[in-house]
């Protein structure tokens, strides 16, 4: 497995670490300044990502799957190929009803802090719309835009800032709030 | 001979920062100053006389007056080295021909005396040429010694007051978001320090991501954006107290982009709702809410003009984001941003005769401003990003954010004129961002 795969499984395990705190990336965990309120501080719930080959895994929605579609600057309109992950995801979720997901909107870093973060709303919004058209209740879904706040990569050419436009979508176990 | 205290006020006037000076009317500028370029005033500000137990006090407040006067660029120090004769007592006679000798147009005398915990500042600010104290410059401040700082500023904004007609800024404060961390997982605290980057405070700790702090008109208060329920909320932050109070949750939203209005009673903001961004405000003494506008487009980054009637903002409605103006009870707006590229975060001058903002435009970004009808349109800076400026209480100086490109990219908080001239960093320990200037400190 690659250094970067290893370092994204990392990410989704933090993630889960957190489930009712999204803002897992802020929150005091690991290298993380801690403090009052941080979830670093509190239990960490650990949930394995099991095994990619097994299809009701977190690895395998977040590998085989696809946790992410990716979007052309400015702009949330959903690409082809945005369709058929976020069909496959829709599908997942139906089947492994003991998962909820937050959706991540992000921005790349060519824009404003406030209109990014408008923009990641944007694009949340329409990966939760979709997923719900395909049939997946409403309440196992929401969003949060991070903006321009958390690249994952970070150089500042279109090769980072095409895979910075995104939507992810973190699992956390638990049937929607 | 030439006389640069006038030159440098013709030159204001010039550059639009002094807007009429009939005295000068018959007295026309005598020496051609090129674009963006003024002569800096040369000054003398000999190391304020201690009076009793000031011992660093005095020279520390003699180098912040220097500082603070310097950093604007509108005048130079004359070191002692050139100093032909010195002042020996506060209250003594002046040799102003040796001050002339040097060149100096203006003299600043000042003394400090400490008793305890209390200081005393006095000082006069003399125009060399005529022998007379500047009308109004000879002025003593007193209080606890933690507070020397702010003393210094208050005879550098009086003095600069004088000599440039335009109000001070220096005894003044910026709340701002101090970084660290590497570039994909910043870490981020609200903190707060003097104009010029010294008495950093810090207001929050870096457990959650923390945006765009801005102060309210009296000082008091910061509100700001946060990610410490999780999601990006609205937090009221007491400067006295530190304690802090999300507002209200609207279900199912995420809220953004605050500011006050000028009375300090309502707040304006974004609201995101099903992925669509429009524009809110709420009242502080529990008036409700009220959406102010009703669009599919994103609808963000509000500020109320000083006189609290309208709201200038920034919105995509025709595909790129522009800047437009509507009554503050809401409405469409009318566009006032005309030019190539993209516009936001525009932010109406606390005298209400411009609007800065932030523009995008062929790869790169510019701290601008234009009159209040979207005319005039001035960029003052040009970086790989430049973004969000903020007014000194003044209305005549900006500070921003600006954050250098690749991996290893870190945010520094610069400052400019709104003639573009005098572009600097401001020093802080690390990297930081989303600067937001106090009003003058009473």
């Given at each position: 497995?690659?250094?970067?795969?290893?370092?994204?499984?990392?990410?989704?395990?933090?993630?889960?670490?957190?489930?009712?705190?999204?803002?897992?990336?802020?929150?005091?965990?690991?290298?993380?300044?801690?403090?009052?309120?941080?979830?670093?501080?509190?239990?960490?719930?650990?949930?394995?990502?099991?095994?990619?080959?097994?299809?009701?895994?977190?690895?395998?929605?977040?590998?085989?799957?696809?946790?992410?579609?990716?979007?052309?600057?400015?702009?949330?309109?959903?690409?082809?190929?945005?369709?058929?992950?976020?069909?496959?995801?829709?599908?997942?979720?139906?089947?492994?009803?003991?998962?909820?997901?937050?959706?991540?909107?992000?921005a790349d870093e060519q824009g404003t802090r406030e209109y990014n973060l408008a923009l990641g709303a944007r694009r949340a919004a329409a990966v939760q719309n979709f997923l719900i058209s395909q049939g997946v209740p409403a309440n196992r879904l929401r969003t949060i835009s991070y903006g321009k706040e958390r690249p994952i990569e970070v150089c500042s050419e279109e090769a980072c800032y095409a895979k910075n436009r995104r939507a992810v979508t973190v699992l956390s176990v638990g049937a929607g709030s | 001979m030439v006389r640069p205290m006038k030159t440098l006020l013709a030159a204001l006037v010039a550059f639009g920062l002094v807007g009429a000076a009939p005295a000068l009317a018959q007295d026309p500028p005598r020496i051609v100053i090129g674009p963006g370029v003024i002569e800096p005033m040369p000054i003398a500000v000999p190391t304020f006389i201690d009076e009793g137990g000031a011992g660093e006090y005095a020279r520390e407040i003699s180098r912040v007056v220097i500082s603070d006067l310097e950093g604007t660029g509108f005048f130079r120090n004359i070191g002692e080295e050139a100093y032909i004769s010195r002042i020996s007592s506060f209250d003594g006679g002046i040799a102003f021909e040796?001050?002339?000798?040097?060149?100096?147009?203006?003299?600043?005398?000042?003394?400090?005396?400490?008793?305890?915990?209390?200081i005393t500042v006095k000082f006069r600010a003399y125009d060399v040429f005529n022998?007379?104290?500047?009308?109004?410059?000879?002025?003593?401040?007193?209080?606890?010694?933690?507070?020397?700082?702010?003393?210094?500023?208050?005879?550098?904004?009086?003095?600069?007051?004088?000599?440039?007609?335009?109000?001070?800024?220096?005894?003044?404060?910026?709340?701002?978001?101090?970084?660290?961390?590497?570039?994909?997982?910043?870490?981020?605290?609200?903190?707060?320090?003097?104009?010029?980057?010294?008495?950093?405070?810090?207001?929050?700790?870096?457990?959650?991501?923390?945006?765009?702090?801005?102060?309210?008109?009296?000082?008091?208060?910061?509100?700001?954006?946060?990610?410490?329920?999780?999601?990006?909320?609205?937090?009221?932050?007491?400067?006295?107290?530190?304690?802090?109070?999300?507002?209200?949750?609207?279900?199912?939203?995420?809220?953004?982009?605050?500011?006050?209005?000028?009375?300090?009673?309502?707040?304006?903001?974004?609201?995101e709702r099903g992925g669509n961004t429009d524009i809110y405000a709420l009242s502080l003494s529990g008036g409700g809410l009220r959406q102010l506008t009703n669009a599919p487009s994103i609808e963000t980054a509000p500020s109320f003009s000083p006189d609290g009637s309208q709201i200038v903002f920034e919105s995509d409605r025709t595909g790129t984001p522009q800047i437009y103006v509507m009554p503050a009870s809401g409405g469409e707006g009318t566009r006032i941003?005309?030019?190539?590229?993209?516009?936001?975060?525009?932010?109406?001058?606390?005298?209400?005769?411009?609007?800065?903002?932030?523009?995008?435009?062929?790869?790169?970004?510019?701290?601008?401003?234009?009159?209040?009808?979207?005319?005039?349109?001035?960029?003052l800076t040009a970086s790989f990003l430049d973004e969000g400026p903020t007014w000194a209480p003044n209305g005549r100086v900006l500070m921003f954010t600006r954050e250098t490109s690749g991996a290893g990219g870190q945010a520094t908080l610069w400052s400019v004129d709104i003639t573009g001239r005098n572009l600097k960093q401001i020093p802080t320990d690390g990297p930081a961002s989303d600067p937001a200037w106090s009003p003058l400190l009473p």
């Open positions: 497995m690659s250094l970067a795969a290893k370092s994204l499984l990392l990410i989704a395990v933090l993630g889960l670490a957190a489930c009712n705190n999204p803002d897992r990336y802020g929150a005091g965990g690991p290298g993380g300044a801690g403090g009052p309120g941080g979830a670093g501080a509190g239990g960490i719930d650990t949930t394995g990502l099991g095994d990619p080959n097994n299809p009701t895994s977190i690895a395998y929605f977040n590998q085989r799957v696809g946790d992410r579609v990716l979007f052309a600057v400015d702009q949330s309109t959903l690409s082809p190929e945005a369709r058929s992950i976020l069909t496959a995801q829709a599908q997942w979720l139906m089947t492994n009803t003991g998962y909820a997901a937050i959706i991540e909107g992000h | 040796d001050w002339k000798a040097i060149n100096a147009q203006v003299l600043v005398t000042g003394a400090v005396s400490v008793s305890g915990d209390r022998g007379q104290t500047l009308e109004g410059a000879a002025l003593q401040f007193a209080g606890t010694t933690q507070g020397w700082r702010r003393m210094a500023h208050k005879v550098a904004d009086v003095i600069y007051s004088k000599i440039t007609g335009e109000s001070g800024y220096f005894d003044s404060r910026v709340v701002f978001v101090s970084e660290s961390g590497p570039k994909n997982n910043r870490l981020k605290r609200l903190a707060v320090m003097d104009y010029d980057g010294a008495n950093v405070a810090y207001l929050t700790d870096s457990s959650s991501i923390v945006l765009a702090p801005r102060f309210s008109p009296q000082g008091d208060r910061i509100i700001y954006t946060s990610y410490e329920t999780g999601f990006p909320r609205i937090t009221l932050l007491d400067v006295g107290s530190l304690r802090r109070q999300t507002l209200e949750e609207q279900p199912g939203t995420m809220t953004f982009a605050p500011r006050f209005s000028p009375d300090g009673g309502t707040i304006v903001f974004s609201l941003s005309g030019g190539e590229g993209r516009y936001g975060t525009p932010v109406w001058s606390p005298r209400g005769d411009y609007i800065a903002f932030t523009k995008q435009n062929a790869g790169r970004f510019h701290i601008g401003v234009m009159r209040t009808d979207g005319s005039e349109e001035r960029l």
